[in-house]
């Protein structure tokens, strides 16, 4: 039964990580979408690419700005789960 609680458990902080990783693009990219339909709705200008491109650029400009805190952050997760196997490379 131990083992089971053990196993939902890290896949529970598995998933918390990949929500707190993932949340910097998401929220970028919302900001900017929301953004940009707010510009075309008042200039009328109905273009699929005018709300495509600059998501994709600012979620990519995020990707980059938080990119050492996602690797950081992972690292920490994986090193944390490595040390919690008895006896793995020791």
């Not at 458990?9 to 998933?15: I, N, T, V, Y």
């Not at 919302?30 to 707010?38: E, Y």
């Not at 998501?55 to 990707?63: C, P």
Request: glycine content about 6%; charged content about 10%; cysteine-free.
């Amino acid at each position: 039964m131990a083992n089971a609680d053990i196993a939902v458990e890290l896949g529970r902080q598995a998933l918390m990580i990949a929500f707190v990783v993932a949340a910097p693009m998401l929220l970028t990219g919302l900001i900017v979408g929301v953004t940009v339909s707010i510009l075309q709705a008042a200039t009328q200008v109905q273009e699929l690419t005018l709300s495509f491109v600059p998501k994709i650029l600012a979620m990519m400009a995020a990707l980059f700005i938080f990119l050492p805190w996602v690797l950081t952050t992972v690292t920490s997760f994986t090193r944390q789960l490595v040390e919690g196997i008895p006896g793995f490379l020791r």
